[in-house]
C-alpha cells in the first residue's frame, strides 16, 4: 500500500497570495497517477488535478499540480475566497488499495 | 450531466450490517468502476473497496472480511454491505465513479455521501 504525507497540515494565507501544498509517497506512483481533490464542509471532494498536473473540466487554470516519482506539489496561484478548504492528493496507481493523504487545510489568515 | 444518489439506513447499532445503495442517474453504471470511500468525522477519506460488472471486486484488505460490493447495470445501481460494524465505522460514506479504460482515471464523480452512525 502507498502511504501518502501532505504537508503543512494547515497552511494560512490571504487571498491573493500563493499556496504550495506537498504531498510525498512512500514509494514511487507508476505514470503519475496521482490527484488532487479539493473538499469544503458538507460536500463531496471535488476533482481538481489527475495524472499529477492535468486541471480536469471546469478547474481554473490558478490550480496547477506538478512532481512524479514521490513528490507532488499543488500550486493555487492566486487565493480567492473560495480556495480555503481541505486539499487531498490520491494515488491510483494501477492496482488497488487506493490511498489518499492525510490533508491540508488552507485557511484565511 | 451524470449524477449519484445514495441512500440507506443512517443509525445502525454495534453488530449489525451496513447496507448502503449508490443510484447512477443520467448515465450507464457499465464499463466503469464503482467504488466506495468513507470518512470519519473531522478525518480524511480511506478507500474501501471497489467494483465493477465486468471484472469483479477489490477490497482493502483490513476490511475485506466484512465487505461486500455489487453492481446491477439493469438498475444503475451499487451496493455496499459492511457486517460487524463498530463505532469505528462510524463515518460519511461515498461513493464514487473511476475510468480505467483506455487508461486509469481517479475518481471524477461522487455521491453526496451518507453519514452512517454507529451506536449503542
Known amino acids: 500500500e502507498i502511504l501518502l504525507t501532505q504537508s503543512p497540515g494547515t497552511l494560512s494565507l490571504s487571498p491573493g497570495e500563493r499556496a504550495t501544498l506537498s504531498c510525498r509517497a512512500s514509494q514511487s506512483v507508476s505514470s503519475t497517477y496521482l490527484a488532487w481533490y479539493q473538499q469544503k464542509p458538507g460536500q463531496a471532494p471535488r476533482l481538481l488535478i489527475s495524472?499529477?498536473?492535468s486541471r480536469a473540466t471546469g478547474i481554473p487554470d490558478r490550480f496547477s499540480g506538478s512532481g512524479s516519482g514521490t513528490d507532488f506539489t499543488l500550486t493555487i496561484s492566486r487565493l480567492e475566497p473560495e480556495d480555503f478548504a481541505v486539499y487531498y492528493c490520491h494515488q491510483y496507481d494501477r492496482s488497488p488499495p487506493y490511498t489518499f493523504g492525510q490533508g491540508t487545510r488552507l485557511e484565511i489568515k | 450531466q451524470v449524477h449519484l444518489q445514495q441512500w440507506g439506513a443512517g443509525l445502525l447499532k454495534p453488530s449489525e450490517t451496513l447496507s448502503l445503495t449508490c443510484g447512477v442517474y443520467?448515465?450507464?453504471?457499465?464499463?466503469?468502476?464503482w467504488s466506495w470511500i468513507r470518512q470519519p468525522p473531522g478525518k480524511g477519506l480511506e478507500w474501501i473497496g471497489e467494483v465493477n460488472h465486468y471484472e469483479g471486486t477489490n477490497y482493502k484488505p483490513s476490511l475485506k472480511s466484512r465487505v461486500t460490493m455489487s453492481v446491477d447495470t439493469s438498475l444503475n445501481q451499487i451496493f455496499l454491505s459492511l457486517s460487524s460494524v463498530t463505532a469505528a465505522d462510524t463515518a460519511v460514506y461515498y461513493c464514487?465513479?473511476?475510468?480505467?479504460?483506455?487508461?486509469?482515471?481517479?475518481?471524477?464523480?461522487w455521491g453526496l455521501g451518507t453519514k452512517v452512525t454507529v451506536s449503542s
Open positions: 443520467g448515465g450507464s453504471s457499465s464499463g466503469y468502476y
Open positions: 495524472d499529477a498536473s
Open positions: 464514487a465513479r473511476q475510468r480505467k479504460y483506455p487508461f486509469i482515471q481517479p475518481f471524477d464523480i
